[in-house]
């Protein structure tokens, strides 16, 4: 059984090693989040992309190769991190934590967007059309 601590410990295992040994609450402090605030929120889209392939990943390895040991998955996770982090820095691309953090969240972005189609069009809209 896994609990929301055993849960706590596997994601900083996977951000560890894609943050350089960088905890979740490493990650929060620097970008300046309270606590209730999901990292995952606070991300563009590059840094969205690493994060999300790191656990896309971790969890295709724990499926194919039957891992059930939470000990094991921790090192799953980790040392997909790890490569992930290893091809940005193969590619010459900038490492996760020195990307910048967006001025709003993408809650934030999903509210304001809803906000806006829910009041209509308005004079800044293009109302053309291809038709």
Known sequence: MLTAQDFGI??????????????????RARKGL?????????????????NYFRITQTEAKIEREGIT?????????????RAVRQFISDQGGTMPEDLPTPEKSIQQLK???????????????DETTDD
Do not use: C
């Open 10 to 27: 596997f994601q900083d295992h996977g951000y560890k090693g894609l943050y350089d040994g960088e905890t979740a609450a490493d990650i």
């Open 34 to 50: 309270r606590g209730s605030q999901r990292i995952l929120d606070w991300m563009g889209s590059e840094e969205l992309a690493a």
């Open 69 to 81: 040991e939470k000990s094991k998955a921790n090192e799953a996770h980790h040392d997909m991190g």
């Open 111 to 125: 509210r304001q967007q809803q906000k806006r189609v829910q009041s209509g069009p308005t004079l800044w809209d």
